[in-house]
């Protein structure tokens, strides 16, 4: 079965740090990953996928996400993180037979200036 | 293009009584999800409808929950003789087909029982 685990809880950085939320997965065809962020009180926002293609995947609010297939990882990066970036995100991959999105338990992002 | 729209933000229900949860996807999608939300918690998957076609209900209590997406109108997630338990933010996502699109999320619907 697929599944996503993020196995942190919590991740603190530094303001203007780079910054590695991870996440690794276990599929049974090709991957199709997702990343997401949630803010407090606000449903999830899209950030960026991997389909096919370049290992490196760039998404939205200069984040971006590193496809590693021998360790099955898609780890989310930042090269300089904002205190606007602390949020709670979400890796996710769809499932091969049905189509449906399956979420990791989420890793909280805390910048502190 | 209006995003998912779900309806109501805000529920509050007695125990015992019904809710009804509504979510209007983005405009061209076909494919509907629901996702259940514990404060403090990751994001439980429930089920997930085609127009007229429970997909994978994999996710659903077996009592009391039910989802649809009709042919017109809303996808609704209904739940009978609502428990304490069931207090939760309940969101709805929308995709188009194929395997390699992204779901685009509602504002969710936060359920309290009372």
């Known amino acids: 079965a697929q599944s996503v685990a993020q196995p942190e809880d919590q991740v603190n950085v530094a303001e203007g740090n780079p910054l590695t939320v991870k996440c690794t997965y276990s599929?049974?065809?090709?991957?199709?990953l997702f990343w997401y962020v949630q803010y407090p009180n606000r449903g999830l926002q899209f950030l960026l996928k991997?389909?096919?293609?370049?290992?490196l995947v760039k998404g939205s609010y200069g984040f971006e996400a590193e496809f590693n297939k021998s360790q099955t990882s898609f780890h989310l990066k930042k090269p300089s993180a904002l205190v606007s970036d602390s949020a709670l995100y979400f890796c996710?991959?769809?499932?091969?037979?049905?189509?449906?999105?399956?979420f990791g338990q989420g890793t909280t992002l805390q910048v502190k200036p | 293009n209006a995003g998912v729209m779900q309806n109501p933000r805000h529920l509050v229900r007695r125990r015992g009584q019904e809710a009804r949860l509504r979510c209007s996807p983005m405009?061209?999608?076909?494919?509907v999800y629901w996702y259940r939300q514990l404060p403090e918690e990751g994001l439980k998957f429930m089920v997930y409808?085609?127009?007229?076609?429970?997909?994978?209900e994999s996710g659903m209590p077996k009592e009391r929950f039910s989802a649809e997406f009709p042919k017109e109108g809303p996808s609704i997630l209904r739940i009978q003789q609502v428990v304490r338990g069931d207090s939760a933010a309940y969101f709805c996502?929308?995709?188009?087909?194929?395997?390699?699109?992204?779901?685009?999320f509602g504002q969710g619907t936060r359920l309290t029982v009372v």
């Open positions: 996502a929308s995709s188009p087909k194929g395997q390699n699109t992204e779901a685009f």
């Open positions: 599929v049974s065809g090709n991957p199709y």
């Open positions: 405009k061209g999608h076909s494919h």
């Open positions: 409808l085609q127009k007229e076609n429970i997909i994978d």
């Open positions: 991997y389909i096919t293609g370049d290992n």
């Open positions: 996710a991959v769809r499932d091969d037979n049905t189509g449906k999105l399956i």
